[in-house]
């Protein structure tokens, strides 16, 4: 059975920093892509990064491209999110996704597409002042 369960979600103020955690189990991730998605109060939810458990490969939206960082952790199978330089336009639930790899053109298509296999709970990320 694959889990994949957020945490490190929290309330900061503009310019804070926060890191997001996604614990895998059920799944080797080298096989896999593991994807943060968000979605924001009334709209719909978009890819914010992807990565390759196989290669590394990443990919970032633009609007946190320089400020978020993406990476995984084989021995703990833990996938982070490393968000800096917050600001209001970033308060989502924000949710990690899987999907195989050898389902994928590539890690941007699992982030433009938003249609994993696979799907966490969720973690809120608030940014207010």
């Known amino acids: 059975q694959v889990q994949l369960v957020e945490s490190g979600g929290d309330s900061v103020q503009p310019g804070g920093s926060l890191r997001l955690s996604c614990v895998v189990s059920?799944?080797?991730?080298?096989?896999?892509?593991i994807g943060w998605f968000r979605q924001a109060p009334g709209k719909g939810r978009k890819g914010v990064s992807c990565?390759?458990?196989?290669?590394?490969?990443?990919y970032y939206t633009d609007s946190v491209k320089g400020r978020f960082t993406i990476s995984i952790d084989h021995a703990k199978n833990t996938v982070y999110l490393q968000m800096t330089n917050l600001n209001p336009e970033d308060t989502a639930t924000y949710y990690c996704?899987?999907?195989?790899?050898?389902?994928?053109?590539?890690?941007?298509?699992?982030?433009?597409?938003?249609?994993?296999?696979?799907y966490g709970q969720g973690t809120q990320v608030t940014v207010s002042s």
């Open positions: 990565i390759s458990g196989n290669n590394g490969t990443t």
């Open positions: 996704a899987a999907d195989p790899l050898n389902l994928l053109l590539s890690v941007q298509a699992m982030c433009v597409m938003d249609a994993a296999l696979y």
């Open positions: 059920g799944v080797t991730l080298d096989r896999y892509a």
